[in-house]
C-alpha cells in the first residue's frame, strides 16, 4: 500500500480555517486520496475523497497538489465539534471491495 | 441518514469465553468489513466480506475468529475463545461502490470488548 506523511497534531482556533496536510509522494496515478477522521470514543467517519480536481462537500474541501504527491484536508472554520483524528488515505482505483489501511493520523485540537 | 448499528455496546468476559459481536449493515450494501482498534493504538483491518465470503483477511483473524451473515440483514464476528488481547473497541463497516469506481465505507460505532 502506497504511505501517507501527515503531523502527528495541529491545534487550531474554534472558527478559523484548518489546513491538514498529507503527503503522499509515492501515490500512483490511479489512486484516490480519502479522508476519514475518528470523534473521540466513536468510528471512523468517511470526510471527502478526490482523484485530481479539488473536491468540496458539506463537510470540508480537499486541495490536490499538481503532481498529486501531497494534499490539504481545509475546514473551513472549525467548530469544537471538529476535534478529532483525521486519516488521510490512499485507494486504489479498482472496482473491488478494498480495506482501509489507517495510520496514526493528525491528531486535530481546536481551541475555543 | 441511514447508519451501520452494532450491538452491544459493552462487553465483558471471562477469558476463554465465546463472544459474539452483531452489526447491521446499510441496507443496500454489499460489502462489510470489520476492524478493531485497541486502546490508544491505530484501527486494524480484520476481515472484509463479499457474496456471503470472506475476501481478505489479516494476520490478526485467526482461527479463532469468525464471521457470518446468518440473514439478510446482520453481521456478526465471532471470537471462539477470548484472550486478554482481544480486549478492544470493534467495529463493522460496510460499503457500496460508487459510480466513480470508489467506495466509501461507513462505520458503526463500535463494540467495546473487555476480557478478564
Known amino acids: 500500500d502506497a504511505k501517507t506523511t501527515q503531523p502527528n497534531s495541529m491545534e487550531s482556533n474554534e472558527e478559523e480555517p484548518v489546513h491538514l496536510p498529507c503527503n503522499h509522494s509515492?501515490?500512483?496515478?490511479?489512486?484516490?486520496i480519502h479522508w476519514y477522521r475518528q470523534l473521540p470514543s466513536q468510528g471512523p467517519e468517511y470526510v471527502i475523497h478526490?482523484?485530481?480536481s479539488n473536491v468540496n462537500n458539506r463537510m470540508a474541501s480537499l486541495a490536490i497538489a499538481e503532481d498529486r504527491k501531497s494534499s490539504t484536508l481545509i475546514l473551513h472554520r472549525a467548530t469544537l465539534r471538529d476535534a478529532a483524528v483525521y486519516y488521510c488515505i490512499l485507494s486504489p482505483s479498482l472496482n473491488r471491495d478494498d480495506k482501509i489501511i489507517f495510520g496514526k493520523g493528525t491528531r486535530l485540537h481546536i481551541l475555543p | 441518514e441511514p447508519e451501520v448499528t452494532q450491538t452491544p455496546s459493552h462487553q465483558v468476559t471471562q477469558m476463554g469465553q465465546e463472544v459474539i459481536l452483531r452489526c447491521v449493515p446499510i441496507s443496500n450494501h454489499l460489502y462489510f468489513y470489520w476492524y478493531r482498534q485497541i486502546l490508544g493504538q491505530k484501527v486494524e483491518f480484520l476481515v472484509s466480506f463479499y457474496n456471503n465470503e470472506i475476501s481478505e483477511k489479516s494476520e490478526i483473524f485467526d482461527d479463532q475468529f469468525s464471521v457470518e451473515r446468518p440473514d439478510g440483514s446482520n453481521f456478526t464476528l465471532k471470537i471462539r475463545s477470548t484472550k486478554l488481547e482481544d480486549s478492544a473497541m470493534y467495529f463493522c463497516?460496510?460499503?457500496?461502490?460508487?459510480?466513480?469506481?470508489?467506495?466509501?465505507?461507513?462505520f458503526g460505532p463500535g463494540t467495546r470488548l473487555l476480557v478478564l
Open positions: 478526490g482523484l485530481t
Open positions: 509515492t501515490i500512483s496515478g490511479t489512486d484516490y
Open positions: 463497516a460496510s460499503s457500496e461502490i460508487s459510480a466513480s469506481g470508489q467506495e466509501t465505507q461507513y
